[in-house]
């Protein structure tokens, strides 16, 4: 959808995306409710989708609204799950993209997605505990360096050491090095 550039033809598109949105609500919520299971959870997903849909829409062209909307309601599922600690996706939390009209994702790529997922788990995997749960604190938690070396009595600066060592491990273990 292209983004006008005066005050009311703007506002018309806006009034546009917002229309879209509603149309998309229902089946939005949905797919939030298969997944997570608990009605208030998939309707704060649905608002959460509903913003960063807006917000993408105001920086950019969206070409297929729907998959977009889709797309951003399924990374928000995986990311709630992230933050729950279940780290496996089973089956039925897998994304059939054929149910989603405008999503669509070639085999090829979505084999590359899994296949950087299972090596993304193994390495973390080779992390030691120390090294799995300050990444889950630093990445997943969002708590800050101090904040997580006064939780195991450690330097600000030894977080930092253990977070350059993790990276490094998975930069050199994904960029095939």
């Known amino acids: 959808m292209d983004r006008p550039d005066s005050g009311n033809n703007q506002d018309i598109a806006h009034d546009e995306t917002v229309?879209?949105?509603?149309?998309?609500?229902?089946?939005?919520?949905?797919?939030?409710?298969?997944r997570v299971k608990d009605h208030y959870l998939a309707e704060e997903i649905v608002q959460e989708t509903c913003v960063r849909y807006l917000k993408a829409w105001?920086?950019?062209?969206?070409?297929?609204?729907?998959?977009?909307?889709?797309?951003?309601?399924?990374?928000?599922?995986?990311?709630?799950?992230?933050?729950?600690?279940?780290?496996?996706?089973?089956?039925?939390?897998?994304m059939d993209e054929a149910k989603i009209p405008g999503a669509e994702v070639s085999p090829e790529e979505w084999?590359?997605?899994?296949?950087?997922?299972?090596?993304?788990?193994?390495?973390?995997?080779?992390?030691?505990?120390?090294?799995?749960?300050?990444?889950?604190?630093?990445?997943?938690?969002?708590?800050?360096?101090?904040?997580i070396g006064q939780k195991y009595n450690i330097s600000r600066r030894m977080v930092q050491k253990y977070m350059a060592q993790i990276m490094k491990h998975f930069h050199k273990g994904l960029s095939g090095e």
């Open 58 to 94: 105001q920086e950019g062209d969206i070409e297929n609204p729907r998959g977009y909307v889709f797309r951003i309601a399924f990374n928000l599922t995986i990311n709630h799950f992230r933050k729950k600690k279940i780290r496996a996706i089973d089956a039925d939390m897998e």
């Open 111 to 147: 084999l590359r997605y899994k296949q950087f997922r299972d090596r993304f788990n193994d390495l973390f995997d080779d992390l030691s505990d120390r090294q799995q749960k300050i990444f889950y604190l630093r990445r997943m938690e969002d708590l800050t360096t101090a904040e």
């Open 19 to 34: 229309n879209i949105l509603q149309i998309l609500r229902a089946d939005i919520y949905a797919f939030c409710i298969a």
